[in-house]
């Protein structure tokens, strides 16, 4: 009896097993759940006694080639069974079942709100295409509550509602910004109920701006004004916040009318300034933490909300640029209590009054024309920076370096170089010695002052090439100049065109001032000068044939040879007036011309072509006069005909 009624309870037991295990046949449109992922596919429960098994890999439908299936565990999809082996085994296909799974999808999204997940595809013109299963456009102005990036969202997942659709054309527009509105409302309308003023709420920054910052309470923005941040004083918050950004603060007011809410943060802890007297006394020395560094000084808190002043000026004895050279955010420090104003909420503290000052006593232990030893701490264009000990500092100017010309301080000296230096001013009101390098050996400029004079021949070598000339070492630390214009005859736009860095020159002293530490050389005053050979080659009446090179509203430039060329000036060109010596002439031009000016001073050729013109018709009227000094009709005529008659035999 009680194996009858064991066997009754098993069949009942598989009976409503039976009744919850669905029948599929192929070409069954399913949703079903991924299971796992195995050796050949993912299986997908779909409510049958044996789970299905989708293949990674699947045939395009409509196209060549295979499309990868790409799934996560617990993810929802539609598939349509395509076989069921010998085996049992229920094969799926996601590919077939994509277009009609979609579109059941799509429609109950549009009909009933449903969220779909989407993959956003590409970006195109207006928005972005995101794969519902279809493809479908989500609209720029749909993609968040405020513009956003779109390059962002590129192969994201997304949720979205559907807010257009139609199948017979293939036609989807989805909205995650419905999805997001939709979430943001019930948000904010579970804040409001439970606000009250009084409370401390968690929040996100949502957005900064110069007069506060603005927190998501929950679908509601609270104010956190920037006089609520802190007891004391704030910089820029940027640099307290960042958006997204999670802070606590405290509820001060709420209007629920105009939904608006005002927030603080100081309110979280008591007015640190209350009972300042009994914390902070002038002139005693305090530690505290440095929590900010500006140009202008250091913010150190001496408790949470109470932060002092110490100015630059009251950071070291000696000269500071930055504060970050003395100390850095974080460095627990003692200074001086200087001055309290409870009014105005100023603390200010100095640094440096905790130590003796080291300049009381500086003309005794660094007296004028000493030699001490020092630190190379800085270079600038004017000079080098150098620590002398804690506390006091030296400048080596840029022409104390050396007796030579200095361009940059970085040829002479490095950073943490030791050097010895000698003290030639006590500099009390920028408190800085100054110092020199080259003072400490005597002066080459006093050694050369007999030794050469103007017009002497010197050698020297190429040190610097400038836009302006050359600068040559004539000896050890003597420098002089040699200019663009003395280099050579000929013009140039740069020293290099003729010079080279290290070369040795034969030059002539042309400017010699040593109490100037000024010498001045030329290169071109020892070589032949080539406008004295020109001016011989085409002496002022001398007739020459040239090459139009140039033609200018005022004339023409004719080259004789290279290198050389003159100015016909417009009224030089012909008899005949012009207006312009384009009508004329052009460039390439072949003409004769006649030598009419030569300027010493411009080293400039004045031609002309008229009169060369002329004085070849006189030459031609010459040669063809008769002896009686007449050209006859005839003689014309029959030396064109022989010119004629020899042209039309070539």
């Known amino acids: 009896m009680e194996n009858e009624n064991v066997q009754e309870q098993a069949m009942n037991l598989l009976n409503e097993n039976l009744d919850q295990i669905r029948v599929v046949r192929p070409g069954e449109l399913i949703k079903g759940k991924v299971v796992k992922k195995g050796e050949e596919g993912y299986f997908v429960n779909i409510n049958y006694k044996a789970e299905g098994i989708l293949p990674f890999k699947e045939r395009a439908q409509g196209r060549e080639g295979e499309v990868e299936n790409q799934l996560e565990e617990g993810e929802e999809v539609w598939t349509i069974v395509t076989q069921i082996d010998d085996q049992g085994y229920i094969w799926l296909s996601r590919e077939q079942a994509r277009y009609q799974g979609a579109w059941i999808d799509i429609e109950e999204s549009k009909e009933k709100g449903k969220i779909l997940n989407a993959k956003v595809r590409k970006k195109v013109k207006g928005g972005l295409i995101v794969d519902v299963g279809i493809n479908a456009f989500l609209p720029a102005s749909c993609v968040d509550l405020m513009p956003r990036n779109l390059d962002e969202f590129l192969d994201q997942s997304i949720q979205v509602k559907v807010i257009e659709a139609d199948r017979r054309s293939r036609n989807v527009v989805v909205s995650r910004k419905a999805v997001l509105e939709e979430e943001l409302n019930r948000r904010k309308q579970e ?56 802070i606590e603060a405290k509820v001060i007011a709420w209007n629920p009318e105009k939904e608006e809410i005002s927030l603080s943060l100081k309110r979280l802890i008591p007015d640190p300034w209350e009972n300042i007297e009994e914390k902070v006394k002038a002139g005693e020395v305090i530690k505290g933490k440095v929590v900010s560094l500006k140009d202008f000084g250091v913010f150190v808190e001496i408790e949470e909300g109470l932060e002092g002043l110490i100015h630059i000026s009251d950071l070291s004895w000696g000269y500071v640029k930055h504060p970050r050279e003395v100390v850095k955010v974080g460095d627990i420090v003692e200074a001086r209590v200087l001055e309290i104003d409870k009014e105005k909420k100023r603390i200010s503290l100095g640094l440096k009054q905790v130590f003796p000052d080291p300049w009381e006593n500086i003309e005794e232990k660094y007296p004028l024309g000493s030699q001490i ?227 010493d001073g411009e080293r400039k050729i004045g031609l002309s072509i008229k009169q060369a013109l002329k004085e070849e018709e006189e030459k031609e009227h010459r040669e063809h006069a008769t002896p009686n000094g007449k050209v006859t009709l005839g003689d014309v005529i029959g030396e064109k005909l022989t010119n004629i008659l020899h042209n039309l035999k070539k």
């Open 191 to 246: 804040t409001i109920a439970s606000l009250k003023v009084g409370q401390v709420r968690k929040g996100i920054v949502r957005n900064i701006t110069s007069f506060g910052v603005f927190v998501d309470l929950g679908g509601i923005d609270g104010l956190l004004h920037v006089s609520e941040v802190s007891w004391g004083k704030v910089g820029k918050l940027e640099e307290l916040f960042q958006k997204g950004q999670e």
């Open 373 to 599: 030893k020092v630190r190379v701490n800085k270079l600038n264009t004017r000079g080098a920076l150098v620590e002398v000990e804690e506390g006091i500092e030296g400048k080596i100017p840029l022409e104390e370096l050396s007796w030579k010309r200095v361009s940059r301080v970085n040829e002479v000296l490095r950073r943490n170089q030791l050097v010895d230096a000698k003290v030639i001013e006590i500099d009390r009101e920028n408190r800085q010695l100054i110092l020199s390098l080259r003072q400490l050996r005597p002066s080459p400029w006093e050694e050369i002052k007999t030794r050469w004079q103007v017009g002497d021949m010197v050698e020297g070598h190429i040190q610097r090439l400038m836009n302006f000339g050359a600068f040559v070492e004539l000896s050890p630390e003597v420098e002089a100049l040699l200019p663009l214009s003395e280099i050579n005859w000929e013009p140039l736009k740069h020293p290099s065109q003729v010079l080279r860095k290290g070369q040795t020159l034969q030059l002539k002293i042309i400017e010699f001032k040593p109490e100037e530490q000024r010498i001045v050389v030329s290169r071109k005053a020892l070589l032949p000068d080539p406008w004295e050979s020109v001016k011989s080659r085409y002496p002022v009446g001398s007739i020459h044939e040239g090459k139009v090179v140039r033609v200018v509203d005022f004339g023409a430039f004719v080259e004789l040879e290279e290198g050389w060329d003159g100015l016909v000036h417009i009224s030089e060109i012909s008899e005949q007036r012009i207006s312009a010596p384009s009508e004329v002439l052009k460039e390439g031009d072949k003409v004769k011309v006649k030598v009419i000016k030569l300027d």
